[in-house]
Every structure is written in structure tokens, then in C-alpha cells.
């Protein structure tokens, strides 16, 4: 049985790479079917060339993307339905949350039931499943971490709102753990990874600072809520 | 050879009993094997096949071993425990289709119906 060398499998390498097969996997799956084609006719008598031009016209080169096309499209089918799914609902979530919380300064009725819904939904369903299809889509290790650090975070102050407001005893462990890992783990790990990968360095972090900006303004009013109701309870007495 | 529309749906029973029967298989094998037992009757593209393997190794009914063979490296699929008990479902159920799709195509088989 013919058994080809080390060029002729790389000349068949090459022509999958120009045809546009980049996924790894599919590469040698199709690879070695090529190779296996190559061989059976080598064996049949006829020369390298004639056996790679008569295999690549019955497997039609064109076709090579396509397949890997259709694998990924049937790699991300059930993805792309959870995503819709997720979608909508994360979407009622925010709604929730922004309408329990006016309906709340206003003292309406509702506001409880909708914060409630509102912070279980993000922190039980809508963070962890887009936490879920974020990775699934990338591959690299720190970029993971940076992922599931800033979902993590996302979920324990979600949580810690949610134990506030139902005057849960946990709130302060929730929340200074969402906050430490937020700022400690999530903040360095994701200006890292931007600043390496992005061309334009202060874009970069500007967008960090921009998070960072954020994350204190909401330290700072939960602080000043803190204070006035302290300053208002003791004025009380 | 079947038309399209017909093959559709067969492919995956079929890779599956191969699997089945066969342990371990690779991708050009299984086309061949397919060739070889329907008498070229039904030819598995490539098209249809490696993009069904990955998929059902994302789903964890097949998982993949990898061996050199000469310069390249080759990838062999298997059944897992769980594939396996999966691919006895469908092997059932395609064989009950089967029977059924029997009593509408071959209606001679059928006594009495409409005649009475």
C-alpha cells in the first residue's frame, strides 16, 4: 500500500489551508481522508499528481470551506438557540430590576416582587448561561479567567443586592467578595489581556478606567446611602 | 444511488451501527464501508460526514483517539458508554421505521385493507 512522504502531505496541507479550512479538527480529519484518497489511487498505478488532481475533482476543492462551514454551523446551532433564549429573557430581567427599583423610591406596589425576580433572575439564570456561552466561544486560558471572574463578581453582587433588600444576613460578605473580585481578579486580568491584544493602547484603558470610574460610583452611593441612614437614625433618637 | 431527500435522516443511524459493529472507525473508512455494504448505492460526502461527526462528538456520543499513521495523523471515532446505549435506541427505532415505512410501501403485505 502506497504511503506518502512528508512533502506530499504537506503539498495537500497547503491546499486545505488555501482553501480556507482553519479549524484545526476538521483539518485532519480532512487531511487524512485526502491522503486516504491519494493512496488508494497511487495504489492503483497512478503517479503523486495525477492521484491528487483526480481526488481533489471528485471531492470538488470548493467544497472544502463549505464543510467546515456547515460544521460549525452545526457546532453553534444549539448555542444560537440558547443565546435567543437567554436573550429575552435577560432582557425581562433588566426590565425588572430598572422598574422595581422606580417603583420603589416612588413606595409603589410591585417594586418588591420585581426586584426580587429582577436580582434572582441575574444572578441564578442570566449570568451563569452568559457566562456559559462566553466561554464556549473563546479559547484563550486568561481571557476564560477574566470571563468567569467577571460573571462571578456579577452573580455575588447581584446576590448581595437581592440579600439587602430581603434583609437576608450574608449582604456584607456578598458584597465585598463580589467587589474584591471584581476589582482585584476581573479589573487587572481584562485591562491585561485588552492592552496586550489591542492596537490602541489608551482605548484600552480607557475602558478599564471607565469600569473602574463605575464600580466606585456605586461603592460610594451605597457608602452615602449607609451615612444617611445612619445620620438619619440617629437624629431620630 | 438515492436521491438526497431520501438519504437525509439515514446518515446518522447508519454512521452509528457502523460505529457500533466496527469499534473504532475512521472518517475515509466509514465512507468506504458505506459504499462497499449498499453496493455504491449510497455514497457519504464528506460534506455530510465530518460536520455530523463533530457534532456528535460536541454532544459526547462519539469521542476521538488520535494516531500517527506515516507523516499525518489520523483520528479515529468511537462510541462512548453513553453513545452506545443512544445508538441502541436508534438502531431500534430506525428498524420499527422500517417495519412501518414496510406497511405503506409494500401494501400487498397488507391483507384485506380496502378491498372489503
Known sequence: MAQLKQ?????????????????????????????????????????????LSLSTQEFGLSKLSEI????????????????KVIGVIAILTAAFVMLGIVLKLYHSLGAGLLIFSGFSLAAVVVFPAMMYIDLKNQSNALQKTATICGYVA???????????????????????SGLAILVGLFLPL???????????????LAKSMLIMAGVVTIWASYRMAEHARVLMEMSAQ | MYSKEIIKGTLKPIILKLLQENNRMYGYEITQ??????????????GALYPLLHKLEAEGVVFTE???????????????????????????EFVDFMATMKHIFEPNLQPGYGTA
Open chain 1, 7 to 51: 512533502h506530499q502531505v504537506d503539498s495537500i496541507y497547503d491546499l486545505l489551508l488555501t482553501h480556507g479550512v482553519s479549524y484545526e479538527s476538521l483539518q485532519l480529519d480532512l487531511l487524512d481522508h485526502i491522503c486516504c484518497m491519494v493512496e488508494q489511487k497511487m495504489d492503483n498505478g497512478l503517479e503523486f499528481d495525477e492521484s
Open chain 1, 190 to 204: 481584562y485591562t491585561f489581556r485588552n492592552y496586550k491584544t489591542n492596537e490602541n493602547k489608551i482605548f484600552a
Open chain 2, 66 to 92: 488520535k494516531e500517527s499513521i506515516g507523516k499525518r495523523v489520523r483520528k479515529y471515532y468511537a462510541l462512548t458508554p453513553s453513545g452506545k446505549e443512544k445508538t441502541q435506541e436508534l438502531i431500534e
Open chain 1, 154 to 176: 456579577g452573580i455575588l453582587l447581584s446576590l448581595a443586592t437581592l440579600f439587602k433588600f430581603m434583609h437576608w444576613p450574608g449582604f456584607y460578605l456578598l458584597y465585598y
Open chain 2, 33 to 46: 464501508a458505506v459504499k462497499d455494504l449498499t453496493a455504491d448505492k449510497i455514497k457519504i460526502t464528506e
Open chain 1, 68 to 83: 467546515q462551514e456547515a460544521t460549525f454551523h452545526l457546532l453553534t446551532l444549539k448555542l444560537n438557540k440558547m443565546k
